[in-house]
């Protein structure tokens, strides 16, 4: 299974500011999808992003606001826009290998946010 | 539209006893099912997935699930917790028409008594 890293893994950031978070794959993947997990709650999928194409956002989260790149099969950022307290939560990165294991996704071990 | 239903939110066993996480989906056609361990302050861990085939799999940690299509259920088993077990545990649906994304259960938070 593919090996997954984020940076960085917790930051404390000042409302109105912005984080990027980096998520890097030890192999080169087609899907890989950024998620955001609130306190106590499940994941909530932000975008999706192919290399080579915009990101597909999910209804509710706008690029203004949640920039993607993914300029190679290994490397993708997220943006954090204008930081709020609601902001505040684990961001996910995870990557699938659409071939035989279609859905199958590996995750990194999330970024830790916190905004006050 | 597909869901998932983890209906316990939380669940607390003594350490050595049985285990089962439950998991209903709602979806047309068999879909892809997969469970998935957060451990504190971790991401999320692929514990064992199914996809066709047999209905009963194996996964990693001495857990295995049970597809019954009759219930539209995925529940997750283990037959002795240990502490290290205790965990949030996800189930998850990847179907065709969901444009190959996951969908996603609440989760159950699994506590461990010594």
Same mark, same amino acid.
């Given at each position: 299974s593919a090996v997954i890293s984020q940076k960085p893994s917790r930051d404390i950031c000042q409302r109105g500011t912005s984080l990027t978070i980096q998520c890097q794959v030890d192999s080169q993947v087609t899907m890989m999808f950024w998620y955001r997990q609130q306190p106590g709650q499940s994941l909530t999928l932000i975008?999706?992003? @192919?290399? /080579?194409?915009?990101?597909? &956002?999910?209804? /509710?989260?706008? +690029?203004d606001k949640f920039? +993607?790149?993914?300029? @190679?099969?290994?490397?993708?950022?997220?943006?954090?826009?204008?930081?709020?307290?609601?902001?505040?939560? +684990?961001?996910?990165?995870?990557?699938?290998?659409? %071939?035989?294991?279609?859905?199958?996704? &590996?995750? /990194?071990? %999330?970024?830790r946010l916190t905004v006050t | 539209?597909?869901?998932?239903?983890?209906?316990?939110?939380?669940?607390?066993?003594?350490?050595?006893?049985?285990l089962e996480l439950r998991c209903n989906y709602s979806y047309g056609a068999t879909p892809?099912?997969?469970?998935?361990?957060q451990s504190p302050g971790q991401g999320l861990q692929l514990l064992l997935k199914y996809f066709s085939g047999d209905t009963l799999v194996q996964g990693i940690k001495g857990f295995e699930a049970e597809f019954k299509r009759s219930q539209s259920s995925?529940?997750?088993?283990? $037959?002795?917790?240990?502490?290290?077990?205790?965990?949030?545990?996800?189930?998850?649906?990847?179907?065709?028409?969901?444009?190959?994304?996951?969908?996603?259960?609440?989760?159950?938070?699994?506590?461990?008594? $010594?």
């Open positions: 975008a999706t992003a @192919n290399q /080579g194409s915009e990101a597909t &956002y999910e209804s /509710g989260f706008v +690029i920039p +993607i790149s993914r300029p @190679n099969l290994t490397f993708s950022t997220l943006t954090v826009s204008n930081l709020s307290p609601e902001d505040s939560s +684990i961001y996910l990165c995870s990557v699938e290998d659409r %071939g035989y294991r279609a859905y199958e996704q &590996y995750f /990194g071990p %999330g970024t | 539209a597909q869901s998932v239903t983890q209906p316990d939110i939380h669940i607390t066993v003594s350490e050595g006893a049985s892809y099912l997969f469970w998935y361990v995925f529940n997750l088993r283990k $037959p002795s917790v240990h502490w290290s077990d205790a965990a949030e545990y996800f189930c998850a649906v990847g179907a065709m028409d969901s444009n190959y994304q996951l969908i996603w259960g609440a989760g159950t938070k699994l506590i461990i008594k $010594p």
